[in-house]
């Protein structure tokens, strides 16, 4: 589910399963408490759904093949061919200021604005990434880090955008697939004994306490503080919260 707001409503969307075992997308407006079925603009156009988000306002739908959009009380199908090799695929996603950058099929990115018509960015627009991107950020330095199964990559929406080089090449790190982004857009990620935080120019690294290692951990996750949490794997081992401000570690077992 997710929600768009304004001065005077804010209005929820999200999925049920009906008693007969059909997916209905609802749209609820929480100052009255009223929920309606939303009514697909075309015959199973929200078969299928994997993902829904908000973003500048509007309510974004991946479905099985396509992307479509709620913008002003009106469902746009912006990308019909989203995913065209898998019906129940996630789509990383991340805003920016100009608008949408989603994943999809090997092929790569897309961009989608605001107003306008939606991009395809892949290898010939100088994107350094090969394979199913699976996580996106926004970082601190206004630029994108995508990651794939073993290499991220800072871009400048931008430059990729108006094809010109990278400000960042593709980098091979050992940080694992757990990434975790804070308030400031920093990117948080366990590598070998360390975990690594990347300020948008360089990955730094803070060493991990002595009692836990990288295996031990199956999440990590930014709360409210600023605090980089590490989930463990069942009973490896303790959950490890780290204190970026002095650099402390606080263990917990049960």
């Known amino acids: ?5 304004t001065s005077a409503t804010v209005t929820l969307a999200a999925v049920a399963i009906t008693p007969g075992g059909v997916t209905q997308l609802f749209i609820m407006d929480t100052q009255d408490g009223h929920a309606a079925p ?17 973003a500048a306002g509007d309510i974004y739908l991946a479905t099985g093949r396509a992307l479509w959009r709620l913008q002003a009380g009106q469902w746009q199908e912006i990308i019909p061919q989203l995913d065209p090799s898998c019906c129940f695929a996630a789509h990383p ?17 897309w961009y989608v604005p605001r107003h306008g ?23 601190s330095s206004h630029e994108v880090l995508a990651q794939t199964g073993g290499q991220t990559a800072a871009f400048s929406p931008s430059a990729v955008l108006h094809f010109q080089p990278l400000a960042h090449d593709a980098l091979t790190t050992p940080v694992s697939g757990m990434l ?3 308030a400031r857009h920093y990117v948080w990620g366990v590598a070998d004994n360390t975990l690594a935080e990347w300020d948008g120019h360089a990955w730094k690294q803070h060493p991990l306490p002595g009692a836990v290692r990288r295996g031990q951990f199956r999440g990590a996750a930014a709360d409210s503080q600023g605090r980089i949490w590490l989930m463990p794997n069942c009973n490896l081992g303790p959950t490890a919260i780290y204190q970026p401000g002095p650099g ?7």
């Open 1 to 5: 589910s997710t929600s768009s707001s």
């Open 38 to 54: 939303a009514s697909p603009p075309q015959p199973h156009a929200f078969d299928h759904i994997s993902e829904i988000f908000r």
């Open 93 to 109: 996603w991340v805003a920016t200021a100009a608008g949408i950058w989603i994943g999809a099929d090997p092929d790569g990115l």
């Open 117 to 139: 018509a939606p991009v395809l960015v892949d290898w010939t627009h100088g994107l350094p990434m090969h394979g199913w991107i699976t996580k996106l950020f926004a970082l």
């Open 180 to 182: 975790t982004a804070d």
């Open 248 to 254: 402390r570690w606080q263990l917990y077992s049960y």
